[in-house]
Each structure stands twice: as structure tokens, then as C-alpha cells.
């Protein structure tokens, strides 16, 4: 995979906040601030309402080290920016960011363009589609999420998709799945636990 195929899939990743034991998450715990992890193999995140978006700080495990990264989410289904130890990779989406209304418009998009370290790298679009209410059940906890396909087109590169299931109330995608360009499934991200405010 190249590089930049990497950075993409790490810029656009989206990570999942759930509750481990006892007391379920709540809206007003997560404007707090949530820190997320799993166990195996080691991630661990944190999220921080930022107006409509969030900003998130994450610790990534990559040949056998800990690499800090953050990001900026224009809104929770969105990322902007992402700075890590590969630099800075950035989207710039033509289109007003409008994903509160999403079941009822059913579809977004957007010409979407990609800088890397504030160079013009390569553009193309972005899609996001409305698939449907759901509820997602993790651990004794449930929450009512919308399903949402992700896809990020860009030329010349491979499409990045994925799989969301987007709790409104808690404005955190529950649940990731990317998916190949079949649409088959081909990793999911769920958390162990997590703790209000930054913290081990």
C-alpha cells in the first residue's frame, strides 16, 4: 500500500466511542471530553466537541511504537485535519458542510480536494449517504444511530469507504466498518472502554 494511500486511510479513519462497564455514555458527559480505548491491539482517543466538529488526539500503534496523532472534524462524519509523524494532510470540501439533515436530504457530497503538508496534492469527491435509523448495542448500553456510507474518491487512488453508525444524540460514530470496493467488509474498530475527561 503506498504511502499515501495510508495517510488517507488514517486521515479519514473513523474511530467509535463506546461505553465499557456499568453506566452508559451520555450527551453531556461527551461534551466533557471521552478518552476511548482498545486493548488489542493497543488504541486508544480523545474527543472533544469543537462547535459543530471535534477534535480528536489518538495514540496509534505502528511498528511497535506509539505515535501521537491528531485530527479536526468539521462535523462528527467529517474529518478536515489530521497531523501526525507523516505530517500534514488536509480536506477541503467545496460544498457548505449540511449532515444535521441527513435522513430527510438522504445523500451530501462534494468536491473534496487534498493538501499534504499545505501543498495541493490531488482532488475528487466526497459522498455520504443516508442508509437508514438503527440502533447499536454495545456492552448493556443502546443507542439510536443512523447508518451512513462514507466515500472518498480521489484520482488516481483507490476509493476509501466505510460503514457508519452515527449516534445524533452523542454527535460519536458508534460503530466503523471499512469496506473494499466490492463493498465486503474488511476491518471494524470497537473500543473496551472509555473515562470522561482526559485521563488513563
Not at 474527543?47 to 495514540?59: I, M, N, R
Request: net charge positive.
Amino acid at each position: 500500500m503506498s504511502t499515501l494511500l495510508r495517510s488517507l486511510l488514517l486521515l479519514v479513519g473513523i474511530t467509535l466511542a463506546v461505553p465499557a462497564f456499568g453506566n452508559c455514555l451520555t450527551a453531556n458527559e461527551t461534551r466533557q471530553g471521552v478518552l476511548l480505548t482498545r486493548e488489542v491491539p493497543f488504541f486508544s482517543v480523545f474527543y472533544k466537541p469543537d462547535g459543530p466538529g471535534l477534535t480528536e488526539q489518538k495514540l496509534v500503534e505502528r511498528n511497535h511504537s506509539l505515535q501521537p496523532v491528531s485530527a479536526v472534524y468539521l462535523h462528527p462524519l467529517l474529518v478536515e485535519k489530521r497531523v501526525g509523524p507523516n505530517g500534514t494532510h488536509e480536506l477541503k470540501y467545496a460544498n457548505a458542510i449540511a449532515l444535521d439533515d441527513l435522513p430527510q436530504k438522504k445523500t451530501w457530497q462534494s468536491d473534496t480536494t487534498l493538501f499534504l503538508n499545505g501543498k495541493k496534492s490531488v482532488s475528487g469527491t466526497t459522498f455520504i449517504r443516508f442508509d437508514g435509523l438503527g440502533e447499536e448495542t454495545i456492552a448493556s448500553c443502546s443507542y439510536k444511530v443512523w447508518a451512513i456510507n462514507s466515500r472518498l474518491e480521489l484520482t488516481g487512488l483507490p476509493p476509501i469507504i466505510f460503514e457508519q453508525y452515527y449516534s445524533p444524540e452523542l454527535r460519536l460514530v458508534l460503530r466503523s466498518v471499512r469496506l473494499g470496493p466490492s463493498n465486503q467488509p474488511l476491518s471494524e474498530v470497537r473500543f473496551d472502554r472509555f473515562q470522561i475527561g482526559w485521563g488513563n
